[in-house]
């Protein structure tokens, strides 16, 4: 069988970023709005840069040190992956020259150090002295001895100190910016009805004769550098030493990563560039990127809206769930039904309820529940030490691995442990990514169990921005072998263990949707109807591709909605296999798997998406929805997002995101059909005012 022609994953991954770019040049979308897709964009490109391109450039380290057999170039993918980004750097810069104009026309302000009049001049000062100066801490380039303490993502000023009369030769000095400790953005005095905006890298411009106050100089000029390291983590295999020790040093080791991008402000002079990729042991294949003025733009995801509402997204107050609000019990409404949640169109709140009823609750014996990533002040982890303070025995495994929150994973392992809750602390080698939490409650002589399997994290932060799916049943068939995963983390038994209902990576996964993906191709030849559409973040996996593309060639109507990484192009391979991606307010991420089989259609929500590392080297979990009624609940949800047309975009093999138009009919945008869609259902609440405790 001929094999599928994939695109490459990390160049259909900026294909995905461009998508977030799309959002920030759209006139759709509020002007705020628009400058924090800005913040987006270049924070999916930090971790992409600290993630995968060194990952990359440790392959073609290795292509070089050793024979190492790859079916690609990873030389090759380096060069058209900067090739790419250069290209949509000039695009960045475009758009944002563009929003700033905007912003001007809206009495928005953003100013520089030279344009400030008397009266800002003396609050910048003020503000400097008060504030600011406490927290910078000049480097001399001339002494620097060591890189290590350059830190990732952070921002410096690279800093020339001169003479007018060039009486004295140059020197220079490297600043590093106080964000986020400080707000990158100062609130300036202004004329009445304009709002101006400074940036704190410009307060600091405007100040840096009094840093600098002990050396002779009279001309001072500052540029903007930043640089990326490589992220990766490297354990080490010392049985003699904790695995949270070991995970400890690994992220200290981090600060030190090699450098994979240096950016720097393509004003800055050759001679203080020069020192300082001499000094910082920069090197061309670090990729050296000439930029503008300011970087670090994540924290524009914070821009604030100096103006009116028309200048962000309408709001959209999470909506109740018909059968869970008003005083009830969740526990009861669990046991007589099966309960589906959406995020963030429902509120969060349920699962903290939940899990406060629980802990209350005399009956309740257990809560078992896996953390992957926790919001920062986590309600969720509070409700759980609440609940051993109430005498439960609570259980919680922790990822310690969830790249980028290891440290705070840590932090909330140990808090729990002295609470007096059960603290399994991560296994080495292989990730647990599933969504999982189970309820034990004696009733009468009998114990029932209570289960919540989700696509998303345990975090009433992400809740309220990512669009998952969360399913709470007291249905034994799965409760049970909920238990039995969480069996796996506590006995560490990880021989193969058999599900009759739940799909669990890496025992079952990719086998269970092989057969579906089977059954449909033999109902196509028998005739049948057959049919699959598939949700998730990314399609990877090369034999799932495969398989798919099998299926399509055989009759089987495949559509696949697909937010991120996509290796797989809408009619690729003589197949006629229908893509598309859906970028907007919110952050696309449940994981929905349906399959038509004949008319009596399995439906799946699944923690994992249809890479290699979910299928096979992570704990994942997909769960069936039997109940009828959900059932139709998420396929109604999948329908609308198919038949978006106004931010739905194609993905095809040349990644160029069209806008998927329809020629006729009603504009279709589905995050807000959707949530219509349940807001229609929340009205039927007996107290139709009752929605708004919804709110986030």
């Excluded at 200290?252 to 950016?263: A, C, E, I």
């Excluded at 999470?318 to 963030?344: C, M, N, Q, T, Y």
């Excluded at 996964?509 to 033999?522: D, G, K, M, V, W």
């Amino acid at each position: 069988m001929k094999k599928p022609d994939l695109v490459n994953r990390e160049i259909s991954w900026l294909s995905f970023n461009d998508r977030v770019l799309q959002e920030a040049a759209d006139e759709r979308v509020p002007l705020v709005e628009r400058m924090r897709f800005l913040g987006i964009y270049s924070n999916n490109l930090d971790e992409f840069f600290r993630v995968r391109v060194a990952t990359l450039r440790r392959l073609a380290d290795m292509v070089k040190k050793h024979t190492v057999d790859l079916d690609f170039d990873p030389e090759a993918v380096l060069a058209k992956i900067n090739k790419i980004y250069l290209k949509r750097q000039k695009r960045f810069d475009g758009i944002h020259r563009e929003l700033i104009g905007k912003l001007e026309e809206e009495g928005i302000f953003l100013l520089n150090e030279k344009q400030l009049t008397g009266e800002q001049q003396a609050f910048v000062g003020r503000y400097f002295r008060e504030t600011v100066r406490p927290a910078i801490f000049p480097l001399m380039v001339r002494n620097l001895r060591r890189t290590s303490f350059i830190r990732d993502r952070a921002i410096y000023l690279a800093v020339r100190l001169a003479r007018a009369d060039g009486g004295r030769p140059d020197d220079f000095a490297l600043i590093k910016v106080p964000s986020p400790a400080l707000d990158r953005f100062v609130i300036l005095p202004g004329p009445s009805g304009q709002h101006h905006v400074i940036l704190l890298d410009d307060v600091i411009r405007f100040c840096l004769p009094d840093i600098f106050p002990i050396f002779d100089f009279d001309v001072f000029e500052a540029y903007t550098v930043k640089l990326t390291r490589d992220a990766e983590l490297d354990i080490d295999n010392d049985v003699s030493r904790s695995f949270v020790e070991r995970l400890s040093e690994s992220l200290r080791q981090r600060k030190k990563g090699r450098p994979v991008r240096f950016v720097y402000d393509q004003d800055m002079p050759s001679a203080l560039l020069e020192v300082l990729c001499r000094q910082l042991k920069i090197s061309k294949r670090d990729n050296l990127v000439p930029g503008g003025r300011y970087h670090n733009f994540r924290d524009f995801m914070d821009f604030p809206n100096l103006g009116g509402p028309h200048l962000e997204y309408p709001s959209m107050p999470a909506l109740p769930h018909r059968d869970l609000e008003g005083r009830r019990s969740i526990l009861d409404v669990v046991r007589k039904k099966d309960v589906l949640l959406h995020f963030p169109y429902q509120s969060f709140r349920y699962i903290i309820d939940l899990l406060r009823e629980a802990s209350i609750d005399p009956q309740v014996g257990s809560i078992k529940m896996t953390i992957y990533r926790a919001a920062r002040n986590s309600r969720v982890i509070n409700a759980l030490i609440n609940a051993a303070r109430n005498g439960k025995n609570v259980t919680v495994f922790m990822e310690l691995q969830a790249r980028f929150d290891e440290q705070a994973n840590i932090f909330w392992a140990e808090k729990l442990q002295e609470e007096g809750v059960k603290v399994i602390q991560g296994i080495p080698g292989i990730k647990v990514h599933a969504k999982l939490m189970l309820i034990k409650r004696k009733e009468g002589k009998q114990t029932r169990s209570y289960a919540n399997i989700g696509t998303g994290n345990f975090n009433e932060q992400t809740a309220g921005r990512y669009a998952d799916d969360s399913l709470l049943t007291s249905d034994q068939r799965i409760t049970q072998e909920v238990d039995r995963v969480f069996g796996l983390f506590e006995k560490a038994v990880y021989a193969p263990v058999g599900f009759k209902h739940l799909v669990v990576s890496p025992y079952r996964t990719r086998r269970f949707y092989n057969r579906l993906i089977s059954q449909e191709i033999r109902n196509a030849r028998e005739g049948k109807s057959a049919g699959i559409l598939l949700k998730m973040n990314s399609l990877v996996d090369p034999d799932m591709v495969q398989k798919l593309c099998q299926a399509s060639r055989a009759g089987v109507s495949i559509r696949l909605i697909i937010r991120g990484i996509c290796v797989l192009g809408a009619g690729a391979s003589g197949s006629d296999i229908g893509a598309i991606s859906i970028v907007d307010r919110y952050l696309e991420h449940s994981r929905v798997f349906v399959f038509h089989n004949a008319g009596e259609e399995r439906v799946f929500i699944s923690s994992a998406d249809f890479m290699t590392r979910n299928l096979d080297y992570r704990i994942e979990v997909g769960c069936p929805v039997l109940d009828p009624g959900l059932k139709k609940e998420l396929l109604d949800m999948l329908e609308i997002q198919w038949r978006d047309n106004v931010k739905a975009r194609i993905l095809d093999r040349e990644g160029e995101n069209r806008y998927r138009h329809q020629a006729t009919g009603k504009p279709l945008r589905s995050q807000w059909a959707i949530y219509e869609y349940f807001r229609k259902q929340a009205i039927t609440i007996s107290n139709p005012d009752d929605h708004v405790a919804g709110s986030h």
